[in-house]
């Protein structure tokens, strides 16, 4: 029955129409409220709408009044029926209307504006039937793309004469994707040829036959296509159709292959082996021997199989310490290896037992190989006995030994006379660094090591520290050998101080003698220089006198014997000079020191040579302080102060001024003798106190010099610990100055 809205008036034909429809009809009028569209007013609505909604007479009733939550639940439907209302558009849509828990088919249609048809199909159960067909298809789905096995469909393709001469593709699953690496989206509707031109010729014959007589092959074979190796199921699901079930054995044909390539190569090595090789299950019988064991055993192969040792007649203590080993492996899954005496001793074998596991991971078989080593355990024993040798020899030499590793410079061994020559233990030796005892470069240390490997020297000369921080020269006598395939260094080590120090000592005398010696032929050249000058005035003016005598005044020949007097004055100073310098060098000479007055020396020393200073009209002073005393020799302190005083009276002008002081400082007393003579130069004054060519220069009035006393001082100075030197400027004057050690009384 249709409602209608008594304010609105509805046309009869819009009336029998919708009662006449099956499905839903409901004529609608969009309300506004503030201008704005709010609702949509029933103004008729036949049996079947109100059926779906549940009410009746529902006309002049608002749309969202009748279906409450429709514009929450359904939104589409809304704006498709304000769209319709607004613009006169057509709208189909399918929705799950929530509210009223039913699935629609929806028309919308409009004869004017704010005027609409909306008619509803009630599509619940297609919708329904539809999405079990779909879970079904589904769970179809899922299980059929979720295989192990690859499948695939093909359905016979013939030609005008009705003979197969192909097959199409027409369904596969994702383990047929996986296995064959086809995307099934590119491979769906291609034909067998198309997609396998190598293999499918050979497969289509006997596919067809089963597609159209039916039955089941089950086979494995080869791609050539794919190049892999399957394992596969024909079968047809309807007649021209066949399907196939396959599994990917590429692996297991592989792992096959190799294990028959693995078998064949061990037949091949264990039978062209030197070592015996058995194979024995878990009854300890025989199921393999190569050609070595029956070479050896003298015994068939045939013979040796299925049985035990102990059939075949070995030692009974043999076979069963064998046995008992076996079964270790057997229970154990490991490896043994032993070297082992048969025979009562007589042979020896390396004997080893691997266990071969099945694909359960049990031990199935042992292996056994052995050797006879019985040459090689002979040459182990010599070999001891020398090791044993060599270790006494190394060990208890009196030389000093080390084992030196050359690739890292590492002591790995050290003798005895090791430890006590370099003071550390041998347990502190070893791993100690070539480098930590060798003085030398370690750019050096490669070098000579170099040469040892290479045999271009085995001899060496260095400096080697000890423990104890001392230095010793050693000589190095090095060879090189190798040990278990690696090569070390033997040095011995022979410690030559003692002879390099005598060595040393030697060249030392030998420079002192040649000094000696030079400096003799320099000191008889000054000296014999310096005794011609005065000896060839007094022979001159004693020639004067004896020839001339008659026609020389008194006055004359009193100057003449005056001169003579004052040369042989200075001949008898420069021998004593002569006399003193022999004494030294010969070692006559010797010091005597005693605690003495500085002052009191110095003032003897100038009343000696009073008379000197009083001719040239000098003036000498002496300042002290306190009269420090000093710990000398007093005849050598003498001859250094007057030959020092003297010099200063020559080389100072008539009328000048020398002084002589002494101060302490610190443990030594500072003797210094002052003029304000001529002076000198520096380099001049650097030859002073050296034995060379004559540097002597007469004084300020001609009186004759040496320079043998300066030798005289300087060397009687350091005989008593003490220093001499000089400062001077020409034409100012010089100051000689000597240190003495201070006497404490």
Request: charged share 30%; proline share 2%.
């Given at each position: ?115 609409v ?47 197969v ?49 039916g ?55 264990a ?27 003298k ?153 040892v ?7 060496f ?59 003799k ?13 005065p ?32 040369s ?29 007055d ?82 000198m130069s ?16 007469r ?47």
């Amino acid at each position: 029955m249709v409602g209608q809205n008594s304010s609105d008036e509805i046309d009869s034909s819009r009336l029998s129409f919708m009662e006449k429809i099956t499905v839903g009809g409901v004529y609608l009028k969009l309300i506004y409220k503030d201008n704005q569209p709010h609702d949509f007013l029933i103004l008729s609505a036949n049996s079947s709408f109100e059926k779906m909604t549940g009410k009746k007479d529902i006309a002049g009733q608002k749309l969202c009044e009748v279906i409450p939550g429709l514009n929450e639940s359904n939104p589409e439907i809304i704006d498709a029926l304000l769209t319709v209302a607004l613009k006169g558009d057509e709208k189909r849509l399918e929705s799950f209307i929530k509210p009223i828990n039913i699935f629609a088919g929806i028309l919308i249609i409009s004869d004017k504006k704010d005027y609409v048809n909306l008619y509803m199909d009630d599509t619940t159960s297609r919708k329904q039937a539809e999405e079990k067909l779909k879970a079904s298809e589904s769970r179809y789905r899922n299980l059929f793309d979720n295989m192990a096995e690859g499948f695939a469909l093909y359905e016979a393709i013939k030609d005008d004469s009705g003979k197969v001469v192909d097959a199409l593709l027409l369904n596969a699953n994702l383990a047929f994707q996986k296995q064959t690496g086809m995307r099934i989206d590119d491979i769906l509707g291609k034909t067998m040829m198309e997609l396998f031109p190598q293999t499918g010729p050979l497969e289509l014959d006997s596919s067809v036959k089963i597609a159209f007589g039916g039955g089941i092959d089950n086979k494995e074979l080869y791609s050539y296509d794919l190049e892999k190796y399957f394992r596969q199921l024909t079968f047809s699901p309807e007649p021209g159709k066949f399907a196939y079930l396959f599994d990917d054995i590429t692996d297991r044909k592989v792992a096959e292959k190799a294990l028959s390539e693995s078998e064949r190569k061990f037949r091949t090595l264990a039978e062209n082996a030197d070592d015996i090789i058995m194979r024995f299950d878990k009854e300890h019988k025989h199921l393999y021997v190569n050609s070595a064991a029956v070479n050896y055993f003298k015994i068939n192969a045939s013979d040796f199989l299925s049985k035990t040792n102990a059939e075949l007649g070995f030692l009974k203590e043999e076979y069963e310490y064998w046995h008992k080993r076996i079964d270790e492996v057997f229970s154990t899954g490991k490896s043994f290896r032993e070297i082992a005496p048969v025979n009562n001793g007589e042979f020896w074998f390396d004997w080893s037992l691997i266990p071969e596991f099945d694909s359960e991971g049990n031990v199935s078989t042992v292996m056994s190989i052995s050797r006879d080593v019985t040459t090689l355990k002979k040459t182990e024993k010599e070999l001891a006995e020398r090791e044993r040798y060599y270790r006494m020899l190394f060990e208890d030499h009196e030389a000093v030994q080390l084992i030196v590793d050359p690739m890292i410079g590492l002591i790995v061994d050290a003798n005895k006379a090791a430890e006590r020559f370099y003071g550390w233990t041998k347990e502190e030796l070893v791993n100690m660094n070539i480098g930590d005892i060798n003085l030398m470069p370690a750019e050096e240390i490669k070098e000579r090591v170099k040469k040892v490997l290479c045999h271009e020297g085995s001899h060496f000369e260095v400096k080697q520290k000890r423990a104890d921080g001392s230095i010793r020269d050693v000589d190095l006598y090095c060879s090189s050998f190798t040990r278990e395939g690696r090569e070390f260094i033997q040095p011995i080590i022979i410690d030559v101080s003692a002879r390099k120090a005598a060595e040393a000592l030697i060249k030392q005398k030998n420079e002192e003698l040649f000094l000696a010696n030079a400096e003799k032929d320099k000191f008889f050249s000054i000296i014999a220089h310096d005794l011609r000058s005065p000896f060839h005035a007094i022979l001159g003016l004693m020639e004067v006198i004896i020839h001339d005598k008659e026609n020389l005044s008194m006055d004359e020949i009193v100057e003449f014997v005056t001169e003579i007097h004052n040369s042989g004055k200075n001949v008898y100073e420069l021998l004593e000079n002569l006399l003193e310098w022999a004494n030294m060098k010969r070692g006559v000479l010797t010091t005597n020191p005693e605690i003495l007055d500085s002052g009191k020396l110095i003032r003897d020393s100038i009343s000696f040579l009073s008379l000197k200073a009083e001719q040239k009209k000098i003036e000498v002073k002496s300042t002290y302080d306190d009269c420090p005393d000093i710990y000398t020799d007093k005849h050598m302190t003498d001859t250094v102060l007057r030959n020092l005083l003297s010099n200063a009276l020559k080389y100072t002008k008539r009328g000048g001024k020398v002084s002589v002081s002494a101060t302490r400082t610190g443990e030594m007393v500072e003797i210094a003798v002052k003029d304000n003579g001529v002076g000198m130069s520096g380099e001049y004054a650097k030859k002073l106190f050296k034995l060379g060519e004559k540097i002597g220069t007469r004084g300020t009035e001609m009186e004759p010099t040496s320079g043998l006393g300066l030798l005289l001082c300087k060397e009687f100075v350091e005989k008593n610990g003490g220093t001499i030197w000089v400062e001077s400027k020409e034409g100012e004057g010089s100051v000689f100055c000597f240190t003495l050690p201070a006497g404490e009384r």
